[in-house]
């Protein structure tokens, strides 16, 4: 995807110059509007263009706007995203391309996603907003059906669709968000005042060789030390050293152990030592290459190295692309539970690669369905369906077809929660789910379960619980342990755990909560409450081994 502009086009009323205009401030693009700077250019308004020199005519206008648009006359200093070229939105009116040139002059300059929605929706639309539209003859209701029936093939030949019609303009917005993997993220390091700042995540197949044009674009100079487990280096390390080095960036590479039992201090000492030895400085950057362990440990260094140097993170597990890499959290695991030291440090980019999940070892990629399961459950009733629905997730071209999209899907869940709450003082702790049962379950295991299985089965239990309390649809948690059986995870707490140690481990919950243990709990898809206070009887009851056998 090396285009430079967005184009929004669809039929009249399907919302392409409010949402394009919120698009462009979400993304911190320049906006136009086609038929506006046509109108600006000619002195006419549309219906007049059309009333004295006809439609032909006014396709050509559209034709020659647009490429002055495209042209460096309309250059401005907004880097896009998508590529190193300056990126725009644009509003296209609704038969700009029906003119076989204009179609190829936008789409060989950049992506065209196609708005629409059912013809009754669109007249009422254009009915409550009164805009005259020449080709409607001033009669919508009559008109417009003729017009969309004869316009049907043109507008169904567009891959990139987004259908509006349950969305407000702020939701088609962030539906184009999530379609392109764009998002521009507002951050915050720690909650001192003048200290906020946006980032960008981007998901992009195959795009980890745009790193070096992505860095340089943001201004970030070297040197950069970039952070990466053995499995990951072996795979992925020599290719960022390559897109650094194109980008004249220097870079050194400092290898660390894989696996949860080195997310450790003593794993970030190394690192702090690699930092000196590589010479970074204030104005340095640390690259984390790799799952969750990677960002944690890499984003934690980061963040106590000279007070706070700024870091980048290259997810490439699931889990971590999903949520670890997002949000700023980082830290390393004590002897007594998980997380227990860390602090909040956004990332100045992130960047996903979902190609990079076909090395990804199956049960890895099983384990990150966990926690895009459970921003199913949170948020997004569709996204748990499609989790319903994957079928043959060991193949390549499942990972290649159908991961993008749930990536971007989930990122997205995680995202509208994160913004909202920096900080976890109140909605964020809906990301919780499944964690305070899971993380305990994960301890007394020894980690022998990974992360995400132990969330499967926390968020199981957890629902069983709310059930039980009466805070959860009857038969919730029999609908999202068949959807994680389907996916291969775990539903149930292992016969052979300890049940004191998990209690005890879920005491160190507690501790960081304020000496309450709190649970998020789910109400039904897509809804779930947080601050839940469950007492010392429930929590036993519900980790014993006949609680989740009803
Ligand atoms: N900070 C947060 O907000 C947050 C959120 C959720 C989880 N986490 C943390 O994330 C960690 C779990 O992350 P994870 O599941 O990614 O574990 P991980 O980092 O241990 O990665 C799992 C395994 O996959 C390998 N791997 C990763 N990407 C690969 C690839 N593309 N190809 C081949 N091998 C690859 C790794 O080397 C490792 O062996 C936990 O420590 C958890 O606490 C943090």
Redesign the pocket.
């Known amino acids: 995807m090396k285009s430079s502009t967005i184009f929004l086009y669809g039929p009249s009323g399907s919302g392409k110059s409010t949402t394009g205009l919120l698009l462009a401030q979400s993304l911190d693009l320049p906006f136009y509007d086609l038929d506006v700077e046509i109108s600006r250019q000619t002195g006419k308004s549309v219906p007049e263009i059309f009333a004295q020199d006809g439609e032909p005519a006014f396709r050509r206008y559209e034709h020659a706007q647009l490429q002055r648009l495209l042209s460096s006359e309309y250059e401005t200093d907004a880097l896009n995203l998508l590529s190193s070229k300056k990126g725009k939105i644009i509003a296209l009116g609704g038969g700009t391309l029906l003119d076989r040139a204009t179609r190829e002059l936008a789409e060989n300059n950049g992506m065209v996603i196609l708005l629409s929605a059912p013809v009754e929706i669109l007249t009422s639309r254009l009915l409550a907003c009164n805009d005259e539209r020449p080709l409607l003859n001033g009669n919508v209701s009559a008109s417009l059906p003729d017009l969309l029936t004869r316009r049907a093939a043109h507008y169904a030949s567009f891959s990139l669709k987004i259908d509006t019609a349950l969305l407000t303009p702020q939701q088609a917005a962030w539906q184009t968000n999530i379609l392109l993997g764009l998002f521009r993220v507002k951050g915050l390091d720690q909650p001192f005042p003048g200290r906020s700042r946006t980032y960008d995540i981007i998901v992009r197949q195959g795009g980890l060789p745009d790193l070096g044009m992505l860095l340089q674009n943001k201004g970030l100079t070297g040197p950069f030390v970039v952070v990466s487990?053995e499995?990951?280096a072996r795979?992925y390390a020599r290719g960022i050293v390559d897109t650094l080095s194109e980008s004249g960036l220097t870079t050194t590479v400092h290898l660390i152990s894989?696996?949860?039992q080195n997310?450790t201090m003593n794993t970030v000492s190394r690192l702090w030592d690699a930092f000196l030895s590589a010479g970074l400085e204030r104005g340095s950057t640390v690259i984390a290459l790799?799952?969750?362990?990677?960002s944690?440990l890499a984003g934690f260094a980061a963040a106590t190295y000279l007070r706070g140097v700024r870091w980048v993170s290259l997810p490439?597990?699931l889990?971590?692309m999903v949520?670890?890499s997002l949000?700023g959290?980082?830290g390393v695991d004590l002897p007594q539970g998980?997380?227990l030291v860390g602090a909040f440090h956004t990332p100045n980019l992130v960047l996903a690669d979902p190609d990079?999940?076909l090395?990804?070892?199956f049960t890895?990629l099983r384990?990150?369905l966990a926690e895009v399961v459970k921003h199913g459950i949170i948020a997004d009733p569709d996204l748990f369906d499609r989790c319903a629905s994957l079928v043959n997730l060991d193949r390549p071209e499942t990972i290649q077809n159908d991961f993008p999209g749930i990536i971007r899907q989930a990122m997205a869940v995680k995202i509208q929660v994160i913004e909202e709450d920096p900080f976890e003082q109140g909605r964020r702790a809906a990301l919780n789910l499944g964690h305070t049962i899971g993380h305990a379950v994960e301890l007394a295991s020894g980690y022998s379960l990974?992360?995400?299985e132990a969330v499967a089965i926390g968020m199981v239990v957890e629902t069983y619980l709310a059930e039980r309390i009466g805070l959860a649809d009857p038969g919730l948690a029999k609908t999202i342990a068949g959807v994680l059986q389907h996916l291969g995870l775990p539903t149930a707490i292992p016969p052979g755990l300890d049940r004191e140690v998990i209690l005890l481990s879920m005491g160190f919950d507690k501790k960081r909560a304020g000496g309450k243990l709190r649970f998020a709990l789910p109400v039904r898809i897509g809804e779930v409450k947080t601050g839940i206070e469950i007492d010392e009887k429930w929590r036993r009851d519900a980790i014993d081994p006949g609680f989740t056998r009803s």
């Open positions: 487990d499995n990951v795979l894989p696996g949860e997310k790799g799952g969750g362990v990677v944690d490439t597990s889990l971590s949520d670890a949000g959290k980082t998980k997380n990079t999940l090395t990804l070892p890895e384990s990150g990974s992360h995400g």
